[in-house]
């Protein structure tokens, strides 16, 4: 992975809380190198592996609902960068336009195969290609939709000068952040006032102390929770 250049970022990014983050990063290319290299070669042997289960899923997908195989939602990563991510679908068709962007514990939307896929996390395994095109990585912040993003501090920004990540030490952490939002009169604003603030000083700690086996680390202790 390469840094952008300090001028190619946007305004909202070109600020004092930023810079001080971007300082950091620029320290570590060998890191950052490394972290995009595991990134390309991990992602093109778990898509050659995981080829046959993925279409297994995809017919399980078309058999249990009507609607499409996969779910594509803009999402927002490196620079302020807006990309369509994959999933698999997990809910009703239009699922955004009959409830919130979040999703709360026991959301009538979820489709039963959903439910599953869920659990064990396995509707974001499409997200190998959005880790190949360079959108995403293993690891790093979870892309958030625009509108979240427009809710951001200065220093949250900050999030933004790397690729967006399939897992995190937040995600981690907030693995049930549907459960906690269950029973909220408004889920949206729950996670933009209360949740979204707690997941970012993860976040931000992540780039301050930023090296490629860290990353490691946390792809392990995911597998973990994941099974737990």
Known sequence: MILMKWQELPATM???EVKKYYKLLKKRPVDLLAKRLFDV????????????PMGIIAVWIKLDSKGP?????????TGGRE???F????????????GTQVTVGQDPRITKAGRLLRKFRLDELPQLLN?????????GTRPEVVRYVEQYTPEMWATLLMPAG???????????????????????????????PEKMKYNLQYIRRFRFVHDLGIMLRTVLAVLK
Do not use: H
């Open 166 to 196: 399939i897992t995190s030490e937040a995600s981690i952490q907030y693995k049930d952040e549907d459960r906690l939002l269950e029973g909220a009169e408004d889920p949206d604003r729950v996670y933009i006032e209360q949740i979204l």
């Open 131 to 139: 880790v190949l095109s360079g959108d995403m990585s293993f690891v």
């Open 14 to 16: 070109q600020t004092p």
């Open 83 to 85: 990309f369509r991510i």
């Open 41 to 52: 070669i991990v992602a093109c042997i778990l898509l050659a592996i995981l080829l046959v």
């Open 87 to 98: 999933k698999f679908r997990t809910m009703v068709t239009d699922a955004e336009r009959i």
């Open 69 to 77: 195989v996969m779910f594509r939602q803009t999402r927002v990563t």
